[in-house]
């Protein structure tokens, strides 16, 4: 099919030219005195993505499913209990690998398409009287129902329960899109890989780690080799990698941290923000509804559309790939089917987007949704064409629609 495929899916998520041309390298000796100037570069860059002075940053040749199982391995021993609740397929797959690694997890099951139970996580370390409860596991942005949870609440809650248990958050598909606060919100291990916000290709696994997380490996007794924080660390001090590192991966995180901070992080999450607005809009120019079950949880790098019941949501999926060379998120597990997920994140703009707006009411019209043609790109045009100034000077009226 002619011209590009647009790229819709809540990643891999578009590569800038910018990044693919940085990743143009030749092989090098990853061994040479002047290499590490490099990782430096990156380990720096990721304390300042991650907003952290204390934090230490990991990289490893994996996806954001290995570094969870990076940060579990390393702070944790077999029969811990963690608190976990469940949202999502992607926070299930997390506990199921807990559970496989040997974890005692206390599931708290929530409803796909709310977000973190805070009262209910409260509730669950304040019962917990012995203090036993290792670990509070959370999934920042649930990026199979397009859910975002409020990980500050999650540290209040923490706090108000005066429980000492370490705060695990998955930020895979939030980091360098959503404003994200490591100090601020005191957690101890974040997640991420490179295939979403930062705009790579996948093949790198990240992790933040407070000084007590890194700490927690002396005692932590899951097993762990190719993930070990020690070697790592090791190696990483001197500025080289305990294992041949994947320099194309490593120079394009140059270039794409290079790329956000040149854009700057708040203008970052703001165009984001922006983004999402207009495919909310969008969604309700289409009288349709998303998984997300209240305003404050509707993420701002993916909106989850669910179709009106008797419809399937996969042919939508199918016919915008095979008839408009457009690439929608499939619906994962309890709600394969019911949805198709736009992805908003990465390099992105509104026009881009208007183009997957457009291909997706065109797909929805073909299986015979009752939509209007025109209708989400209309309504997303109109949360698009007031500038920022305007919007700030302005009446709640256009702001009523960025909330929609
Ligand atoms: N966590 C979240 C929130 C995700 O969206 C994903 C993948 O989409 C993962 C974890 C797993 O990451 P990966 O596929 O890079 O292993």
């Not at 990483?236 to 790329?259: H, I, Q, V």
């Not at 309890?334 to 908003?344: D, E, L, S, T």
Request: with cysteine; aromatic share 8%; hydrophobic share 45%.
């Amino acid at each position: 099919m002619a011209g590009r495929n647009f790229l819709f899916v809540p990643g891999p998520t578009n590569v800038p030219d910018r990044i693919l041309r940085s990743m143009m390298v030749p092989m090098e000796d990853h061994r040479a005195p002047g290499f590490p100037e490099l990782p430096r570069e990156l380990f720096q860059g990721l304390k300042k993505l991650f907003k952290t002075e204390a934090g230490e940053t990991f990289i490893f040749p994996a996806s954001g499913t290995g570094a969870w199982e990076a940060a579990l391995s390393n702070t944790l021993s077999p029969g811990d209990i963690v608190l976990a609740p469940r949202f999502g397929q992607f926070s299930h797959l997390w506990i199921d690998m807990m559970q496989r690694l040997g974890l005692n997890v206390q599931v708290l099951e929530v409803e796909w398409g709310e977000g973190a139970p805070i009262a209910q996580i409260e509730q669950a370390l304040r019962d917990d009287t012995a203090r036993r409860i290792k670990g509070v596991m959370i999934v920042h942005n649930e990026t199979a129902t397009g859910v975002t949870s409020d990980i500050g609440a999650v540290r209040r809650a923490l706090d108000a329960a005066g429980h000492p248990a370490m705060l695990y958050v998955d930020a895979v598909s939030s980091l360098g899109s959503i404003d994200f606060r490591f100090d601020e919100w005191r957690v101890d291990l974040a997640i991420s890989g490179s295939q979403k916000g930062l705009m790579l290709p996948a093949g790198l696994g990240i992790v933040c780690a407070s000084p007590r997380a890194v700490e927690a490996g002396a005692s932590a007794q899951l097993r762990r080799v190719f993930f070990d924080f020690a070697d790592m660390r090791r190696a990483n001090a001197t500025g080289y990698f305990p294992y041949t590192p994947s320099l194309p991966l490593l120079y394009g995180l140059r270039e794409s941290l290079r790329m956000l901070f040149d854009e700057g992080l708040e203008a970052v999450f703001a165009r984001h923000q922006r983004l999402a607005a207009g495919t909310r809009a969008a969604v309700a120019g289409w009288k349709l509804s998303l998984c997300a079950k209240k305003a404050h949880w509707r993420s701002n790098t993916v909106s989850a559309v669910v179709v009106p019941p008797g419809f399937d949501a996969a042919r939508v999926i199918e016919i915008a790939y095979h008839r408009y060379n457009l690439s929608l998120g499939a619906g994962l597990s309890k709600v394969a089917g019911k949805v198709f997920r736009i992805g908003h994140l990465g390099d992105l703009n509104e026009l881009m987007l208007l183009g997957a707006i457009a291909g997706a009411e065109m797909a929805m019209v073909d299986v015979g949704i009752p939509i209007t043609l025109g209708s989400g790109v209309a309504a997303a045009q109109g949360v698009w064409r007031i500038t920022p100034e305007l919007q700030k000077a302005s009446s709640p009226a256009p702001l009523a629609v960025c909330a929609a």
